[in-house]
C-alpha cells in the first residue's frame, strides 16, 4: 500500500452565512486546498463530498463551478463523520493505487436550532422520541453516575473549548464564557444546559490528497507547505445492543461491554498508523456536547474508564497541556455543519503539524488525532503524523 | 388510538409488544422479523408488562421537531426484568423527582389529538411502588 | 488487482408497496443476497448503500435490522446511478485487497408522480425551470432533430420493454402495450407521452461481492449458484458545455463534441473488462424514457451515432435479436426507484448469465453490460462476465 | 421583482447577466465568479441581448414542483450569438407553432404575485423577426 499525505486544506468558516450557498462554501474551501496543493484542472482523479443534508449532487455542484468535472465524484453521507467517510474512501483509493490524488470535500448550510432528521420516523418525531439532545442528555447523565464527572466538570469542557476558539479565526464563537455563563445559559435537558451544546451552523472544508512522492503539482506551482502524511483514516459502524450508542435504538440489552464504534474505529487506526494514545500530541474529538468530549476520552483510550474527569481537571487536555483537545475550540467554539465537521479538525491539524496554528499551536506537534462520531452510528478517526 | 400499531397493546394492564429470539434468548423492541442482536429468524413476540427500575432519565423542556403534545415530559431509559432496556417518555417531568433504580411501572399515555378528533396514545413509564422481580 | 465476483443477488420487486418502509425492502434484498452467497453475521467486512432520498443513515437502519453492523458502512448518492457507485466503490476495495467480502445495496421509496429534487433551487422552481421531464423531452427532440428516430420509435421502445417486462415477476407493469396506447396517453411534453416515462417507484436490490477465489461460504453452505465475474464498474461525471447535461445546466456552449458522461464511463469499463460493445451479448439500460434508451445506444457505442432507429427497427435490441437491452423489461415496465435501479438491473443480467431468467433468458449469454445516467451528472457502467 | 436577482436585467431592452471569461473566451449564464469550463477566474460580467435562434424546444403541460404559474408554457433552448444556448421559458406554449432555427427575442414575463403582492419576472424567449447577427 502506498503512503498518502496531504497535499493541500481549505476552509470556509463555520457560521451563519446568510444568502451564501452550500455551492458557494465548497468552492471557497475547495480552491483554497488545490491552490495549496499546486493542483489545477485535470490535477486529480476522483473527488469525494461529505454532506448530509446538502442533497442531491452535491459535490458535483461544487465541482461543477469550479469548471473541474469528469471524473468520479461520490457524494456520501455518514452522519457527523461524513468528511471522515469520505477522506477513508479516498485514502484507501490511494493507498491502492487507484488514483495519485484526489479531492475531499465536506459542506453543510444547517437551520438554526434543533434539526429535524430524516432519521427518525413521524410516529418518533409524534411521540415525542425524536429529541436529540434528550439522548445526549442521558450519554451525560449515565457518564456522570458512573464516573467522578459533575456538571461543574461539563462546564469546564465549555469554557476551556471556548477559551481556545478565541484564536481561531474559522470559528462562529471567539468570545471566553465562565463556568457561571454556562451553567447560567437555559437547561435544555438535565444535565445539559444551551451552552453545552455545540449549534448546527454552516461551513465547508477541504482537503488535497496525494500518493506520497507522486507529482501532482502544476509546472510552474511553489513547493508549498511541507506535506503531512494521513497514517490512518477509519470509519466503523456501531454494534447493536448498546441503548444510547448513536445508532439511537429505542431499546438495547442490559450489558455495558458493548464497544463503542469511537473504540472499534480508533483501535483499527492505532494499528494502521503504528501509534497509540500515548504517543498522540494534539487531538480534535466529537464535543457535540460536553460530555460527549469526555465520553470521547475513554473512547479513544487518551485515558482509563472512568477517568475522563481526573484527565481534564489535570490540565493536559488544554492548551499548553501534555495533550491538548480541541486546540481549535471544538464544535463548542465552531458550530457543527455535518459534512464539514471532520474536514475542518483535519484542517486544524495539518495546521498544528505543519507549525501554522498561530496562538493555539500545540508546540512540536507530529502526531494528531481527528475523531467524529454521530447518527448511523459512524464513528470516523483519523490520524495524522509528519 | 396508538402512535403506531404494534407497538404495544392497551390494556389494562398495558404492555410492550416486544420480540424474543430463540437464537440468542435476547429480547429486542419494537418486535422485528429479525434477531437485531444475532441475526436469527427465529423471532416469538411477548409481551412485556413491566415493572422495570429506571436506569437513566432526564426531560424534555422544548418541543422536539414534529412534535405537538405537552413539555416539559420525562425521556429516560428503563430496565425490565427481561434484560432489556427501553427508552420512553416518563410520566415525571421533573428529574429530580426521580432517582436511578427506583421501579418504574408501565403505562399508556395520550399525547395529543389527531386530525379526525382522535386521542393519539403512546407508551410510557411512570413512577411505581411494586418492585420489579429478580431477572 | 484481485478479480471480483457476485456470490449472490437479492431483490425486493419493484412497485408500489405502502407502508413497507425502506428498511423493510433492503432487508429483503440483503437477506435474499446474502442467502445466496452463503454469507452470514461476520461474514463481510463493509456494506456500501446507494440511495437518493432515504434520508440519514439508510444502509445502517437495513443492517441494524439484520443485526449485521460494526463494519465500515457507507451511504452513498449518485443520482440514478447510486448503485453503481456503491458497486464502484466496494469492487475497487475488493480488487485492492481492501475487504473480501461487501454486501452492496441500493433502495427507494418514491412519491408518485415528478419527484420535488433537491437538485433544484428554490427559484428554478418558481420559474418553472424545475421541469424535469421537459429536459428529457428535449433531449428526445434533439435526438429526433439529428437523427432518423420518430415518435413512432419512441412508441416500439416503449412496446419492445412493456413487452419484455411481462417476463419479469418483480416489475410493476407486466402486461403489452401497443403503439397506440402509448401514443394516446397524455402528452407530458412534445415529444413524451406519459406511457414512454418510466414511474418513480419503490423497491430494493443488493449483491454480495467477493474476491474470486477467496472462501467466504458459510460452514455447511451448499456451494450455490455458480459465481458471475464483476468484470468492471466504472463512474463518471460530466464534461461541462453540453446544455442538455444531466448536470442540467441553465447555458452550455455551441459544441456538440463534449463527450457525455456515459461515454466516458463506457470506455473505461469497456477497457478494464477487455471487451468491446460488439462482444456484449445483453444489456441492461437507463430508459428513465423512451428516448433516453436510443440515445444510450449511441453513448455506448452499440451502434454508430445517429444509428439508434436503424439498430431498434433492426430487432437486434429485442429479445430474440443479436443483443437484447433491457431483458427485465427496464424502468419503463420496473419503475424506477432511484437508489435500487442499478442494483436491480445487475440482479437481473448476473440471472441472464446463470441461464436463470426464464421466458426472458437471453440464450448463451456471457458478457453483459448495466447502464445508469442520471442527475450529477453521474454515469454508471457495469460490465459482468461468466 | 426578478425571480433572482443578477440573473437578468429588465430594460427595456432586456438582457441577460452572463459571464465572460478572458481566459478561455467563452461566455456562461448565470454569471459566475470562476469560468465553469476552464476554472480561470477571470470573468467579466457581459449583458446578452439577444436575439437569437431557436435549438430545441417543447411545452410544460403540468405544474412541476414549486411552480405557481400558469400552464402549459414553452420551455427551449436558445442560442445566442455569443455561442451560448441558454435554456428558459418560451412564450409560446404550442411547440406545433415554433420551429428550430427561427430568430427568438429575449422577454421578460410575469410568473405569479407574491405573497406581498409583488409582481414575480424572469426572463423567457419570444419568437421575434429580427434575424440574429453572425457570430
Ligand atoms: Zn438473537
Ligand atoms: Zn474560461
Known sequence: ?386 | MPVRAGLFVEGPPPALLAGHCRGCANHHFPRQPVCPYCSAETVDEVLLRGPGRLWVHTAVTAAPPGYEGEVPYGFGVVELPEGLRVVGRLTEAEPARLRPGQPMVLAVVPLHVDDEGREVLTYAFAPGDTEPRDR
Not at chain 1, 450519554?139 to 481556545?164: E, F, I, P, Y
Not at chain 1, 477509519?234 to 450508542?245: D, F, I, K, Q, T
Not at chain 1, 482509563?304 to 480541541?326: E, Q, W
Request: charged residues 15%; hydrophobic residues 45%; proline residues 6%.
Open chain 1, 1 to 386: 500500500m502506498r503512503a498518502v499525505e496531504v497535499a493541500g486544506i481549505g476552509i470556509h468558516p463555520f457560521g451563519r452565512h446568510g444568502d451564501r450557498t452550500v455551492t458557494d462554501m465548497g468552492v471557497t474551501a475547495v480552491r483554497g486546498a488545490l491552490a495549496e496543493a499546486g493542483v489545477g484542472r485535470g490535477g486529480f482523479q476522483a473527488a469525494f463530498c461529505g454532506t448530509a443534508y446538502g442533497g442531491v449532487a452535491t459535490g458535483h455542484k461544487v465541482l461543477g463551478a469550479l469548471g473541474m468535472t469528469g471524473m468520479p465524484i461520490v457524494d456520501v453521507e455518514a452522519g457527523c463523520a461524513s468528511g471522515s467517510a469520505a477522506l477513508m474512501l479516498a485514502s484507501s483509493a490511494i493507498a491502492a493505487g487507484q488514483y495519485d490524488t484526489v479531492v475531499v470535500l465536506g459542506v453543510e448550510k444547517m437551520p438554526k436550532g434543533i434539526i429535524r432528521s430524516s432519521f427518525f420516523e413521524p410516529w418518533q418525531e409524534e411521540a415525542g422520541l425524536a429529541a436529540t439532545p434528550a439522548y445526549f442528555a442521558l450519554r451525560a447523565a449515565r457518564l456522570m453516575a458512573t464516573s467522578g464527572v459533575t456538571k461543574d466538570h461539563l462546564a469546564a469542557v465549555v469554557v476551556k473549548n471556548r477559551r481556545q476558539g478565541v484564536g481561531n479565526p474559522d470559528a462562529m464563537f471567539r468570545a471566553e464564557v465562565t463556568a457561571e455563563d454556562v451553567l447560567g445559559s437555559r437547561l435544555v435537558c438535565e444535565p445539559l444546559h444551551l451552552w453545552m451544546l455545540c449549534s448546527p451552523n454552516e461551513g465547508a472544508a477541504a482537503v488535497v490528497l496525494r500518493a506520497a512522492g507522486s507529482s501532482g503539482a502544476r509546472p510552474g506551482a511553489g513547493a508549498g507547505p511541507a506535506p503531512v502524511r494521513l497514517a490512518a483514516a477509519v470509519l466503523r459502524s456501531h454494534l447493536p445492543g448498546a441503548v444510547l450508542s448513536e445508532s439511537t435504538p429505542l431499546a438495547g440489552l442490559v450489558d455495558d461491554s458493548v464497544v463503542p464504534p469511537t473504540t472499534l474505529a480508533a483501535r483499527v487506526a492505532y494499528e494502521m498508523a503504528g501509534v497509540g494514545p500515548e504517543d498522540l500530541h494534539v487531538v480534535e474529538c466529537q464535543d457535540t456536547d460536553a460530555a460527549r468530549e469526555l465520553l470521547s476520552y475513554e473512547e479513544l483510550g487518551l485515558c482509563a474508564p472512568g477517568a475522563a474527569a481526573d484527565l481534564l481537571d489535570s490540565g493536559a487536555t488544554s492548551l499548553g497541556g501534555r495533550l491538548p483537545v480541541n486546540p481549535s475550540g471544538g464544535l463548542l467554539s465552531k458550530g457543527e455543519p455535518l459534512g464539514a465537521s471532520a474536514l475542518g479538525q483535519v484542517v486544524e491539524l495539518v495546521r498544528q503539524l505543519r507549525g501554522e496554528a498561530g496562538p493555539r499551536q500545540v508546540p512540536g506537534a507530529r502526531v494528531a488525532l481527528s475523531h467524529t462520531v454521530g447518527r448511523g452510528a459512524n464513528a470516523g478517526v483519523v490520524v495524522l503524523t509528519r
